[in-house]
């Protein structure tokens, strides 16, 4: 396993790099080869950007705020897993399951310890050297990077162990799908690349027989780690992103695989045989930690320049004169704003009734409740997603809020411990409220085969 640690810099006409740390095992006469290799850098990201602007408007007016947004290729046994994880799930928690995958099962490939620092020092200064590198060294634990685990290693995970880590439903995905693997003719590892010289779609279908995998997983691996430049993994992001611009007629369908064909077909037919990767930076351009590097009017449901001009010329000043309007309009929107638990980025067209059912039900089981935390808001409130009583509506009530809540609006502040207090329970609910929804999923699995 080769290890680098290195910055790379995406300038218009070629890529820079700078390695920072490079593995016992690693040459550096093979730098260049395996950046070329993982960063897909035989692709000029500039001329392709320059042929997608002369096909799309939209493409045209963002792609210069998101420079070096380049497919990554990843070894496909990777990619596989970590796509699995992704099933219902978001960012933070997937970054949390494949570091555990690694840390169980993979190889140690760097282990900075203090000996280290203190030997490292030693060779370039004295005594005083090593002791400011020792002490510098208490302040920060330990770093281990692992390399993500072959599937013989991964063969040694069971079900049980890897849902005691938090895995939930996806754990017995894993567990199938390294299995499936395994009793690959040839082996799994080498089935896997061999899909990079078939064409897409036979691809993507060799992949959807692999248990825990349909179409939108496929596609992603596909286009990350198979060289299907084309592909067009559509989840709900892609599907709004797509309605908005590409394809308005299927605004309100009900998104099934048959849609997921036509929107991919959609952005192949705008941008040509590379049209994932466009696709890739018009769904960065969509994220809200991200959305903010646009001009107001080039933001999702942002409102054109020419627009707002109408509206001056009209008297429309865009802001509340009246203090009392403004209050109400802020604890409406301090009401209506909840947790997002990203329950509506799974796959629909690859679950089955059941488990739709109960991830709906995960869902209803959501109310909106009013802490003390600030969490940004100037009223000093917070929301929280909790679990609903029995007999409670499923729809949550506005209710007015009390005179002392009333002072505590108009003062803007809050008490420290109190607002740390309403932070812990929120988080702690909203734990729970993952787990319940894996747990809920689960059940559904165990009623029907299905395959997300």
């Not at 950007?49 to 210069?64: G, T, V």
């Not at 000043?317 to 638990?341: G, H």
């Not at 009223?379 to 509506?393: F, H, L, Y």
Request: hydrophobic residues 35%; proline residues 4%; positive net charge.
């Amino acid at each position: 396993m080769l290890a680098l640690q290195v910055k790379v810099q995406q300038t218009p006409s070629d890529v820079r790099y700078q390695v920072i740390a490079r593995g016992d095992n690693a040459a550096s006469s093979e730098d260049a080869a395996v950046l070329r290799n993982y960063f897909n850098l035989q692709a000029c990201l500039e001329e392709l950007s320059q042929e997608w602007s002369s096909r799309d408007a939209r493409y045209k007016s963002i792609h210069s705020y998101f420079p070096g947004a380049r497919v990554l290729r990843q070894d496909p046994v990777e990619c596989l897993f970590e796509f699995i994880c992704s099933s219902n799930n978001h960012i933070s928690r997937i970054h949390g399951m494949v570091e555990r995958l690694c840390r169980d099962y993979g190889t140690p490939i760097l282990h900075a310890s203090t000996s280290q620092a203190s030997t490292a020092a030693a060779a370039v200064g004295g005594k005083d050297t090593v002791a400011a590198a020792e002490e510098e060294q208490k302040a920060v634990p330990d770093l281990a990077f692992y390399s993500f685990p072959t599937l013989e290693q991964l063969s040694a995970a069971s079900e049980a162990a890897l849902r005691a880590e938090g895995f939930g439903y996806r754990a017995k995905f894993i567990t199938g799908t390294v299995q499936a693997l395994l009793a690959k003719p040839g082996g799994g590892k080498q089935w896997l690349y061999s899909l990079r010289n078939v064409p897409y779609k036979e691809a993507s279908e060799a992949l959807c027989e692999l248990p825990g995998i349909g179409p939108k997983v496929a596609a992603c691996i596909c286009l990350f780690a198979l060289d299907k430049h084309e592909a067009i993994p559509v989840d709900t992001h892609v599907w709004q992103l797509a309605v908005r611009y590409y394809t308005p007629q299927l605004k309100g369908k009900t998104m099934n695989k048959k849609i997921m064909v036509a929107v991919e077909d959609a952005f192949i037919e705008r941008f040509g045989p590379w049209a994932g990767w466009a696709h890739n930076t018009l769904f960065i351009s969509e994220l809200a930690t991200q959305r903010e590097r646009l001009p107001e009017q080039l933001r999702p449901g942002g409102k054109s320049k020419a627009s707002k001009s109408r509206k001056a010329a009209k008297g429309d000043t865009e802001e509340v004169s009246d203090q009392s309007e403004m209050m109400k309009v802020e604890q409406a929107a301090v009401q209506k704003r909840t947790l997002n638990m990203d329950i509506d980025t799974v796959d629909d067209s690859t679950e089955s009734r059941p488990i739709q059912r109960a991830r709906r039900g995960a869902k209803h089981k959501q109310t909106k409740v009013q802490g003390a935390g600030n969490n940004g808001n100037t009223n000093g409130q917070s929301d929280a997603v909790v679990a609903e009583e029995p007999g409670v509506s499923k729809k949550a009530k506005s209710q007015k809020p009390t005179s002392k809540a009333k002072s505590k609006q108009t003062a803007g502040k809050v008490n420290s411990s109190d607002a740390a207090g309403a932070q812990s329970d929120i988080c702690t609910r909203s734990s729970s409220l993952a787990v319940a929804a894996d747990a809920a999923i689960d059940q559904a699995l165990q009623d029907a085969s299905i395959r997300l």
